[in-house]
């Protein structure tokens, strides 16, 4: 009885089905622009025919290879009829060309906030080591310290740091670099996902980051290097302490939708906002891959204190210009 009924179902509406399959075939060969917009109208229309049919065989319990067969078809015309009109490689130009730009001008208030964290964190590393070396490995774990210390000479500081010999392609742009993005995206990535917890942790990694920055300024300062550290810090430093920001402002953004969901409920706010947010911290990962780069081999590549500052000011020059420009005319 099961077989009669789905062998009349699929006679009265077979001939709509073959042609949902030449259609989504025709699609998924050369994409949607092979279909004209009369096709595309029709795609969609026998789209929820499918849909229908598949509803109607799941209550009436019809054949079971009917219903897989309905069930593969339809999910084929939903990802044609509701899919991305885009490839992957053009999904990401248009992130990068206006998403990511446009979603971090979003973020201007996050932004002055986690500056100021960490400028504060700056501030505290510095005076503590200024007012006693010691404090330098209580704030410095000896993992981020490299041997660098109390007991460092500024000759060793030259040599050994700020201008060190090139080690060669192989050990700065692929080990080296590669291990420096690791590490920072990790800390991006988590500065990020502790915006969830009300964006007290993700202040308070930000302030922390912060007072390392500022021992290491105190340390060279103590003997005479103040100018160089910083250049030597600026080349990669714009573009990573950038990403790191930036991923704590949408840390941030998460922890004041969490708090202040507004008009929407909370999931929903979580959902809007949240999207854009993430967007944010993942272009930041692209970040850290470029100052792993340029810390993992320019920085030393460039031996002269006034070539590191060109540099990271000519850095600095483009982000401006890419974050407040790139995708302005859609604002």
């Known amino acids: 009885m099961i077989t009669l009924r789905s062998a009349e179902f699929r006679r009265a509406r077979e001939h709509a089905w073959l042609r949902l399959d030449e259609m989504v075939s025709l699609a998924e060969r050369k994409g949607i622009g092979a279909l004209s917009a009369d096709e595309a109208q029709e795609i ?14 799941r209550n009436i319990a019809l054949d079971r290879n009917l219903i897989l067969y309905l069930e593969n078809l339809t ?8 899919g991305p009109r885009i490839g992957a490689l053009q999904s990401l130009a248009v992130f990068f060309t206006g998403g990511f730009p446009k979603a971090v001008r979003k973020l201007v208030k996050h932004l002055a906030i ?9 501030a505290a590393g510095y005076a503590l080591v200024s007012a006693d070396a010691e404090n330098f490995s209580s704030l410095v774990p000896g993992s981020l310290a490299g041997g660098r210390g109390v007991n460092s000479t500024r000759e060793e500081l030259l040599s050994d740091e ?8 192989v050990d700065t742009f692929v080990v080296f670099a590669n291990s420096l993005f690791r590490h920072n995206a990790i800390v991006g990535v988590f500065s990020f996902g502790l915006g969830f917890a009300l964006g007290v942790p993700t202040l308070l990694l930000v302030v922390y980051n912060g007072a390392v920055l ?4 105190a340390l060279h300062a103590a003997k005479g290097l103040a100018v160089d550290f910083v250049g030597w810090i600026a080349i990669h430093g714009v573009t990573e302490i950038l ?36 967007g944010v911290a993942a272009g930041a990962v692209a970040l850290f891959f470029i100052a792993g780069f340029i810390e993992g ?5 460039i031996a002269s204190t006034p070539g590191r500052y060109a540099f990271a000011l000519a850095t600095a020059a483009l982000w401006a210009l890419y974050f407040t420009r790139a995708g302005a005319s859609d604002d």
Do not use: H, K, N
């Open 75 to 82: 999910l084929r015309a939903y990802l044609v009829v509701y």
């Open 114 to 122: 986690v500056s100021a964290a960490m400028l504060i964190g700056l």
């Open 297 to 301: 081999g320019f920085r030393q590549l």
């Open 162 to 169: 700020l201008f060190a010999e090139w080690p060669g392609f």
């Open 243 to 278: 990403a790191i920001l930036l991923c704590a402002a949408a840390g941030l953004s998460i922890a004041e939708t969490v708090i202040f969901p507004g008009d929407l409920s909370r999931p929903a706010s979580l959902a809007l906002r949240g999207r854009e947010a993430a």
């Open 214 to 217: 500022g021992a290491f300024m």
């Open 44 to 57: 969609a229309r026998l789209y929820r025919s499918a849909s229908s049919s598949l509803s109607v065989a």
